[in-house]
């Protein structure tokens, strides 16, 4: 009995890492935290972004309103985070966005990404 089990589970396994595969599903999962400090300077979040990535998390840790949007982000044309504010995307790590403050001003961001 004890040998029919184990023929099982590894039957099993084995069909369940091809069917992914053969799927295009991940069977490895990342998650990668940064924090980066922002200014009135467009800044890319994260500065460096995790390959493959599927999901983005940005959270202001600060009272200072944070804007986001693409290189050219502006505090007037940016979506704005204020505190503890969290925007959630499902941009790839082809996708680069950049946040930015008020002139005179700074804050803290926590980026996390996941594949």
């Known amino acids: 009995m004890k040998k029919l089990l184990v023929s099982l589970w590894?039957?099993?396994?084995?069909f369940v890492f091809y069917a992914a595969t053969l799927f295009?599903?991940?069977?490895?999962y990342e998650i990668k935290t940064q924090n980066v400090a922002v200014n009135d300077t467009a800044t890319k979040l994260p500065t460096t972004p995790l390959v493959g990535r599927?999901?983005?998390l940005i959270t202001n840790k600060e009272s200072t309103v944070l804007?986001?949007?693409?290189?050219?982000v502006?505090?007037?044309?940016?979506?704005?985070?204020?505190?503890?504010?969290?925007?959630?995307?499902?941009w790839k790590s082809t996708i680069d966005?950049?946040?930015?403050?008020?002139?005179?001003?700074?804050?803290?961001?926590?980026v996390e990404?996941?594949?």
């Open 10 to 14: 590894v039957l099993l396994s084995v």
């Open 67 to 72: 804007y986001i949007g693409n290189d050219s």
């Open 24 to 28: 295009g599903a991940s069977l490895v």
């Open 113 to 115: 990404e996941g594949k």
């Open 54 to 56: 599927e999901y983005l």
């Open 97 to 110: 966005i950049f946040g930015i403050v008020a002139s005179g001003g700074g804050t803290n961001v926590t």
């Open 74 to 90: 502006t505090s007037s044309i940016g979506t704005p985070l204020g505190i503890n504010d969290t925007y959630y995307g499902e």
